[in-house]
């Protein structure tokens, strides 16, 4: 007990002396600090007072000076002026029936340029503004009666001294005219003599007056036009009537002010200048004013500081004994809290960002998801090569756009290092093929080049992850794409070291591949050459502005280069051009076959107006051994073949560009196919994307005679195999397999095996459109299809419709999918169970992890790749439908308007039916405030919107969804809805009119 006492008065005495210690360390505060605090603050005041009034001070005296000099200037330059009128000479030249001879007024000018330097020209009239003479008489104005120095001399009847403008003359940046009145003997105006001055004097004062006195003079004529800028040469009229202080200078008013200039605060005097009519500024900036008060600052809170901090280090010397285990707890408690802090921020970033992720993966998902399923559609139709090719560009496009959208989900396994890279064997120059076709036609329409240049000894298969290639690839091409206006770009791939040689086994140890992307774009300087890889960071340009961006293709292109073992690297110079390359150990399997002996001495043709590609195709058909002839004109390509076809030694093959045309204005192609002297001679055309107008060439005997086509950048594969289909040195009359047009596979195949086994399908989507696209796939299959809009309705439906499969959205409303699914498996007979399979834009791994534990039987990511749906059925259902596709690779975009008309006319009723009563479901919920239904009705019209083409309308369906979300202020009578309802009416009328309709339909 007694220590326990003991404790408590040492306790009590502790904390005595700890309140001794604060009052202690209070009195010091205020006997010492304060004080100082005083007199520290004082001294600064006082100090910047004295500055800034010597500052004022000097600025006004200069701009007061700097009034005299220009005004005497200008007054001796006018009194110059007045008194060679008088003279008689001058005098006598405006008499009736006289004139001025050349020589005689370029010795005036001489005359007055050696009395005052900056002279340049001299003009004499009459009074009623008839032109005597003018010297030099090109370089000056014909017409004076609009010259303001020709009223004012007019009127006023003195001399006077004109604005300020840009004379025609060399070398002579701005000038003003001095004009006097030239009277007889009598006293009469007779004429007007005006001399042109150069106003570089005056710059040249204002410059030196800035140099000796570190002030800026700013020197305006009349009307406020900048006369004088020592900060540069003035090559354009600058008008400076909206300053302040030259507003009050031209209304005769002095002022001194501080006003926020380019660099900072300036400290500025203004004076007129009343003999003329000019104003002058002087302005100094005020940091550069003001340094020395801030030097003097800067030493006296030094000072201070040094003060208190012995006072302070002091007064805790004094403390640190008894507060050092206080502050030991406080710093541990701190540090806790800090952790627990960081702890659940990044508990919570981590939610954030894989929320993010699958809302943008959502987002994005469910409009392409109508995009493939048309796109597949318009390659059941009927399609030339062209527009096959340019459809299966599109297909790899999009595949590309999806693989960078699962991509983006894999960030942050990027970061984490744990992302997978693939080792699978893989075409290289196909690859390369694939790559560059997307970009051409974006080069087409923005008049770049684009060229692909693949080395002879290339590898023809290696091992790698093509999909991480193709990403780097895509990302760093896109890049020069969108920073390059003139000229183009190009891709090399070419071995870098040694390795087998071509023909040989493959390497023992990897080839090193590199791939060279240069461009003539803007380029990047050296301060930013490695700024350019680092996430989420762009350059700051005009272009960056405009396009936007994420900022991260090339910084996850590194990463992925990285992971596949390569180095990657940019060499730039800025405003020439950019070269990024990338090099890539791989594994080889195969090396590039040696081009068939069937082609040596056959003799070609290329007719090409471009100079880049015309050469590109003789090195690569000379390569493999073809006689190439060359010519740039389509008269001589013509003369060529039908001379060589008259000496019974015809070409074998004619490649020419499309476009080529001969007198006339026949198409070249056309005609070496319609001619019959020239039967023996195959054509292939060049094909330039983007560009249209050009009829597609025809024989004379098509079953005799078949057109291939080569699309541009010409590669060395497509090419070569175009020449062994025209030539027939395959041995397969079907067709080489590495032509474009011949490698996209048509949805329609699938249809005819489908239908061996008719499947019983549910659709249970509550989008019309989606809906429809997959009604339109799965019938065409021959499959039985009924959709249903809404989760009880599914569930109903699967339970008494006796369906093998239920394809099934995971967002519909009422019940969701995942609950509709639980319910059907709960009601459903074993010996009935249909497959379910979910079809949702939610790409998450844990979305498909639900979807199968509510009972469905597999995942389906919208994008729907309908290939691989109907491939799959057999599966899904137990039956056997024909041996399975693989899956193809997704498509970019959709043209509805090359779809069947009773397609579109489908799709048109249903987007017309639905989106109106989607919109009024949209008001409805704007009018009572419930921002929930707000949202899913926007979500909802903007993925049917997409899914269309309305992009318009989505767009606006996405702003209208973002503010439901935030929870922002909205009413009926907003823009964005009385817009979104016009583009609504202009989509359905588009859809329509695709259809055959030829006009509006109703509406609502």
Same mark, same amino acid.
């Given at each position: 007990m007694t220590g326990r006492r003991a404790s408590a008065r040492s306790g009590r005495g502790g904390d005595g002396d700890l309140r001794w210690l604060l009052a202690v360390a209070l009195l010091w505060v205020l006997l010492g600090l304060l004080p100082l605090g005083l007199l520290t603050s004082s001294s600064i005041r006082l100090s910047d007072q004295a500055v800034r009034s010597e500052v004022?001070?000097?600025?006004?005296?200069?701009?007061? =000076? +700097?009034?005299?000099?220009?005004?005497?200037?200008?007054g001796s330059l006018k009194q110059l002026v007045s008194a060679y009128a008088e003279r008689p000479g001058v005098r006598s030249a405006v008499a009736p029936g006289s004139g001025t001879p050349a020589p005689a007024l370029a010795g005036t000018l001489r005359e007055l340029a050696r009395?005052?330097?900056g002279i340049s020209g001299v003009i004499v009239t009459r009074a009623d503004g008839r032109l005597i003479g003018a010297q030099p008489p090109s370089e000056l104005v014909s017409d004076v009666r609009g010259t303001d120095w020709y009223r004012a001399v007019s009127r006023q009847q003195q001399a006077y001294v004109s604005q300020a403008y840009t004379p025609a003359m060399r070398g002579m940046s701005r000038a003003v005219a001095v004009a006097a009145p030239i009277r007889d003997t009598r006293g009469r105006q007779v004429g007007i003599l005006a001399v042109v001055y150069s106003l570089d004097a005056i710059q040249t004062f204002a410059s030196e007056a800035a140099a000796a006195q570190g002030i800026q003079l700013l020197i305006t004529d009349q009307t406020g036009v900048l006369v004088a800028d020592p900060r540069g040469k003035l090559y354009a009229l600058t008008s400076l009537r909206e300053d302040p202080r030259v507003d009050a200078a031209l209304a005769g008013r002095t002022l001194f002010t501080t006003q926020r200039g380019l660099d900072g605060p300036v400290l500025s005097a203004s004076r007129p200048i009343p003999g003329i009519g000019w104003t002058v500024t002087a302005e100094v900036p005020a940091d550069e004013a003001l340094a020395s008060a801030g030097r003097l600052r800067d030493r006296v809170l030094t000072v201070a500081a040094l003060l208190a901090a012995l006072i302070l280090v002091g007064l805790a010397f004094q403390m640190h004994t008894s507060r050092g285990r206080r502050r #030991?707890?406080?710093?541990?408690?701190r540090y806790a809290q800090a952790l627990a802090r960081a702890r659940d921020e990044a508990v919570t970033a981590s939610a954030a960002k894989s929320e993010f992720l699958a809302k943008v993966s959502h987002e994005i998902r469910t409009p392409i998801n109508g995009v493939l399923g048309m796109n597949a559609l318009l390659l059941d139709t009927r399609l030339d090569d062209e527009q096959r090719h340019y459809a299966g560009t599109v297909q790899e496009s999009a595949q590309n756009l999806l693989g960078l959208l699962d991509d983006f989900l894999d960030l942050s396994k990027i970061e984490a290092g744990r992302l997978r890279i693939e080792?699978?064997?893989?075409?290289?120059?196909?690859?390369?093929?694939?790559?560059?076709?997307?970009?051409a036609p974006h080069a087409q329409r923005q008049g770049l080049w684009l060229t692909l240049h693949l080395a002879e000894d290339l590898p023809q298969h290696v091992l790698g992850d093509p999909v991480r290639l193709r990403q780097v690839l895509t990302n760093i091409l896109g890049n020069a794409l969108k920073f390059t206006v003139q000229g183009g770009i190009d891709l090399q791939v070419a071995l870098e070291g040694s390795a087998s040689a071509p023909g040989g086994p493959p390497a023992a140890d990897p080839a090193v591949l590199r791939f060279t992307v240069t461009d003539t774009g803007i380029g990047v300087g050296p301060e930013d050459r490695d700024r350019v890889f680092e996430t989420f960071r762009q350059l700051d340009s005009p272009i960056t502005r405009r396009t936007g961006g994420s900022g991260l293709g090339l910084a996850i292109s590194r990463q992925l280069v990285e992971l596949m073992g390569g180095r990657i690297g940019l060499d730039s110079v800025k405003g020439v051009g950019s070269r990024f390359w990338v090099t890539l150990p791989v594994p080889v399997l195969t090396w590039t076959a040696p081009a068939t002996g069937q082609l040596g001495g056959r003799r070609v043709i290329i007719a090409d107006a471009d100079d880049e590609s015309r050469a590109l195709a003789d090195r690569m058909l000379t390569g493999a051994g073809l006689t190439v002839d060359q010519t740039a004109d389509a008269a001589a390509a013509l003369a060529a073949l039908r001379s060589a076809a008259a000496d019974e030694t015809p070409f074998d093959l004619a490649v020419i560009d499309l476009h080529m045309t001969i007198a006339g204005g026949g198409s070249l192609a056309e005609a070496v196919?319609?001619?019959?002297?020239?039967?023996?001679?195959? =054509?292939?055309?060049?094909?330039?994307?983007?560009?249209?107008?050009?009829?597609?060439?025809?024989?004379s005997r098509p079953q005799e005679r078949a057109v291939q086509s080569v699309t541009r950048p010409v590669s060395r594969r497509r090419l070569l195999a175009a020449v062994e289909n025209t030539l027939g040195t395959d041995g397969d009359q079907g067709g080489h397999p590495d032509l474009p047009q011949h490698s996209v596979p048509r949805p329609g195949h699938r249809a005819a095996t489908a239908a061996e086994t008719t499947v019983r399908i549910l659709v249970a989507e509550d989008d019309e459109v989606s809906s429809q696209v997959a009604q339109l796939v799965l019938r065409r299959a021959g499959h039985h299809v009924?959709?249903?809009?809404?989760?009880?309705?599914?569930?109903? +439906?699967?339970?008494?419709?006796r369906y093998d499969l239920v394809l099934m959205d995971c967002q519909l409303p009422?019940?969701?999918?995942?609950?509709?699914?639980?319910?059907?498996?709960?009601?459903?007979?074993?010996?009935?169970?249909?497959?379910?399979?979910?079809?949702?834009?939610?790409?998450?791994?844990?979305?498909?992890a639900r979807c199968l534990e509510a009972g469905m039987d597999d995942h389906l990511t919208k994008p729907v790749d309908w290939q691989q749906v109907l491939a799959r059925v057999s599966v899904w259902t137990g039956m056997r439908t024909g041996e399975p596709t693989g899956p193809e690779e997704p498509e970019i975009a959709a043209q509805l308007s090359d779809l069947p008309p009773e397609a579109v006319a489908e799709i048109a009723e249903a987007f017309a039916?639905?989106?109106?009563?989607?919109?009024?479901?949209?008001?409805? #919920?704007?009018?009572?405030?419930?921002?929930?239904?707000?949202?899913?009705?926007?979500?909802?019209?903007?993925? +049917?919107?997409?899914?269309?083409?309305?992009?318009r309308a989505a767009d606006l369906c996405r702003h209208l969804e973002q503010a439901a979300h935030t929870r922002s202020p909205m009413s009926t009578g907003d823009d964005a809805l009385a817009r979104l309802d016009h583009e609504l009416r202009l989509a359905v009328d588009e859809l329509r009119g695709l259809a055959g309709k030829g006009r509006a339909g109703q509406y609502l």
């Open positions: 004022r001070d000097r600025v006004q005296t200069t701009a007061s =000076v +700097s009034r005299v000099v220009v005004e005497q200037q200008i009395m005052r330097a #030991a707890q406080r710093t541990l408690a080792s699978v064997p893989f075409d290289l120059p196909r690859l390369c093929d694939e790559v560059v076709a997307p970009f196919l319609t001619d019959p002297l020239l039967g023996a001679t195959g =054509v292939i055309v060049l094909l330039s994307p983007g560009r249209t107008g050009a009829p597609w060439p025809a024989a009924d959709v249903v809009g809404d989760g009880e309705q599914a569930v109903r +439906s699967a339970l008494h419709g009422g019940m969701d999918g995942l609950a509709a699914t639980t319910e059907i498996r709960r009601r459903q007979p074993d010996g009935e169970r249909a497959a379910i399979v979910a079809m949702t834009a939610a790409a998450m791994p844990d979305d498909r039916t639905a989106a109106p009563e989607t919109l009024r479901r949209l008001r409805d #919920a704007v009018d009572s405030g419930d921002f929930h239904t707000a949202g899913m009705a926007a979500h909802r019209l903007k993925g +049917s919107c997409a899914t269309v083409g309305a992009s």
